[in-house]
C-alpha cells in the first residue's frame, strides 16, 4: 500500500501518517519527490484498515500496490532513481558504460585494460576477483590480491570500479575496495547474500538470473533495498532460451518493461548475452535505442589469451570503435556520453 500526499501536505500531516503506520508496528517508507511525498507501507496492510488514512490531512490517495515487490516499484518511487558509483553517476542524463576484462589474471592486463578502457570513454572499470566458474577446474579468480588490483588501477585512473561479490567472504573484502557490489547472474535468488549485500550500504549491480523473470529480479532487487540499501542497478544480460546461437538470449523488451515497473537504473551486458564479440556492438546501439542507462562490455589486452570469456571479450581497438560508434546513439537518447 502506498499513500499519496497532496503536493501541499506539510511536515506535519507527513508525520502523522508516518507515526499511524508505526504504532500498528508496520514500516513506513518515504519518498520525497518534487512535487509530492509518497508514504510506502511495508507489513500487514490489513491493520490498517481502520485508520482511515483516505480522510487523514494532507492524503491525496491510498493506492494498493498489488506487486510483491514494493521499494523497488514506480508506484512507490515514480521518479527515476539516479544512482552514484564512486565519481560517476548512473541514471537517466548519463550512458555509463562499464567495461574492462571478465577475470582480473595480473597487475599488467588489468592496468593495461584500465587504461584503455578509460581513454576510449569508460566510466566504470569491472573485473573479476570472484569468478563463479561452471566448471570447479576453471580459473576462480585473484579473491583479495584481484581487489588490491582494482584498487590501483581506480587510483591511476579515476575510474570507479565494480566487482562481483561470490559469498559473504568476499563482500566483507569487497567493501574495502569498490564503489560497487555485483551480484552476478548465478546469485539473483541468493537471499542471504542479497541482504549482506543490502546492509553493506555499498551500491550494487544486480545482474538477472538465468532463468529469472523480470518479477523475481524485482523481487530480488527488494532484498537489497529492503535493507536500507536504494543503490540499486539492474542488469539484463540475457536469458537462457532454446535458441543455441547466442550463449543467452538478450531479452531487449526488459529494458522497458522494467522501466514501467521499476524506478531502478537498468544497464545492458550484450558480452554476456551473446558470448559472440561481433555481436557485441550491435546489441550494445540496440539497448541504448530501448532506453538502458548504460553497458557492461568485456574488453581483454588478448583475448585469445584470456583466462576466461575471451570470445565475447573486445580487443582496446575495437572498444575504442565501439565507443566511438556510440556517441551518436546516446546523442540521439538525450544521455550524456
Ligand atoms: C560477469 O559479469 O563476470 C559474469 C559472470 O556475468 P553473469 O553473472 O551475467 O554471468
Ligand atoms: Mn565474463
Redesign the pocket.
Known sequence: MIIIMKPNADETAINHIVATIENKGLIAHLSKGAEVTIIGVIGDKTKLLDANLEIAPGVDRVVAVTESYKLSNRKFHPDNSIVSVGNTVVGPNNLTIMAGP?AIENEEQLMQTAIAVKKAGANVL?G?AYK?RTSPYSFQGLEEYGLKLMDQARKETGLSIVC?VTSHRAIEAAVKYVDML?I???NMQNFELLKEAGKSGVPVLL?RGIAATIDEWLNAAEYIIAEGNNNVVLCE?GIRTYETATRNTLDMSAVPVIKSKSHLPIIV?PS?ATGVRDYVAPLAKGAIATGADGL?IEVHPCPECALSDGPQSLTFEQFEQLCNELKPYANLAGRIF
Request: net charge positive; aromatic share 0%; glycine share 14%.
Open positions: 571478465c569491472r573479476g563463479p562481483e555485483q552476478g547472474a548465478r545482474k544480460r551486458d554476456h557492461m
